[in-house]
């Protein structure tokens, strides 16, 4: 089965600190995905990453940025984290753009005080 | 633009009644849906999508989704609801735009309760 890790499913920050969320995936996927999800407004996306070193703006890249230097990982970074910007941010992968299906990790939960 | 529209928040349902989550969409072109089930604090679960072919989808956990081209819906429906059921339901409509070929666009989800 597809594996999508998040390392970190609940993390507590301060305002104005820089926050670092990994995503590694083990089957060669192409294409990953970092997601926020709030209640009422659904997923939107923050960024993706079509390969390595390749990265592409969603609908709500303020205040974020990612990083792609493996194919296995995209790291999301927030680099001074706002309060808010707590949320649930789930990443995920899928192997080809035709088939469209997304495999997610499961979620990390930003708290920022 | 692509969009998809979940127009109910909540839909409850007795164990053993059928259920339909409901999933309207705006593409320009043929779609590829999706839909997606979270339970909770974890991440979301591929159900099952729709590309090309029968209308009527089945999959994962005896769901299944029809496809209504004229309606430009994609409900999700299965005809006898379990408890275990009970969880956060995401629709999806697949991009077909220049270089955001293949991301998703979700809804904002459903929340089904089933109870005993």
């Known amino acids: 089965d597809v594996k999508v890790t998040q390392s970190s499913r609940y993390l507590v920050k301060r305002t104005g600190e820089k926050v670092f969320l990994e995503c590694v995936q083990d089957?060669?996927?192409?294409?990953m995905f970092w997601y926020r999800q709030d209640p009422g407004l659904g997923l939107r996306l923050i960024y993706f990453s079509y390969d390595v070193k390749m990265k592409e703006k969603g609908d709500i890249p303020e205040g974020y940025s990612v990083s792609r230097e493996k194919k296995e990982r995209f790291s999301l970074i927030l680099e001074s984290a706002s309060t808010n910007q707590t949320s649930m941010y789930l990443c995920?992968?899928?192997?080809?753009?035709?088939?469209?299906?997304?495999?997610f990790g499961e979620g990390s939960r930003l708290t920022v005080l | 633009a692509q969009s998809v529209a979940q127009p109910e928040d909540q839909v409850n349902v007795a164990e053993g009644n059928p259920l339909t989550v409901k999933c309207t969409y705006s593409?320009?072109?043929?779609?590829?849906l999706f839909w997606y089930v979270q339970y909770p604090n974890r991440g979301l679960q591929f159900l099952l999508k729709?590309?090309?072919?029968?209308?009527l989808v089945k999959g994962s956990y005896g769901f299944e989704a029809e496809f209504n081209k004229s309606q430009t819906s994609f409900h999700l429906k299965k005809p006898s609801a379990l408890v275990s059921d009970s969880a956060l339901y995401f629709c999806a409509v697949r991009d077909y735009r220049g270089s955001t070929l293949g991301r998703l666009y979700f809804g904002r989800g459903t929340q089904l309760t089933v109870w005993p």
């Open positions: 089957m060669d996927h192409e294409n």
């Open positions: 593409v320009s072109g043929n779609p590829y």
């Open positions: 995920a992968s899928s192997p080809s753009l035709n088939t469209g299906e997304l495999f």
């Open positions: 729709y590309i090309t072919g029968d209308n």
